[in-house]
């Protein structure tokens, strides 16, 4: 079984900053891709970023420049800093992975945690 433990939401105002982590862990679960998803009120789900095993990176337009992923491979942890937070990243922020373990394809995500950025 696939664990997601993330961390690091809260309130801040607009132009501060917040980072969150995600930690991963499972037996024999090797990882390729690690990202971060946000889902704000009434909306769909939508991709913020994501970084592969070998550090390849893909961000939202709406974030580049302002949102920083990285992850370190020995910890199972993936994190995204954000900084120049604007009143409509306000979301809920949820960590995927996909890869593999024994019993084969892995696509696991957290429960989520919530960004309040006051204007």
């Known amino acids: 079984q696939v664990q997601l433990m993330e961390s690091g939401g809260g309130l801040v105002q607009a132009g501060g900053s917040l980072r969150l982590s995600c930690a991963v862990s499972g037996s024999e679960l090797k990882i390729n891709v690690m990202g971060w998803y946000r889902q704000a009120p009434g909306k769909q789900r939508e991709l913020v970023a994501t970084?592969?095993?070998?550090?390849?990176?893909i961000y939202a337009g709406s974030v580049k420049g302002r949102f920083t992923i990285s992850r370190d491979n020995a910890k199972n942890t993936v994190y995204l800093q954000m900084n120049s937070l604007k009143s409509e990243d306000t979301s809920v922020y949820y960590c995927?992975?996909?890869?593999?373990?024994?019993?084969?394809?892995?696509?696991?995500w957290g429960k989520g945690t919530l960004v309040t950025v006051s204007s």
């Open positions: 970084i592969t095993s070998g550090g390849s990176t």
């Open positions: 995927n992975v996909k890869g593999y373990n024994w019993a084969g394809p892995v696509d696991s």
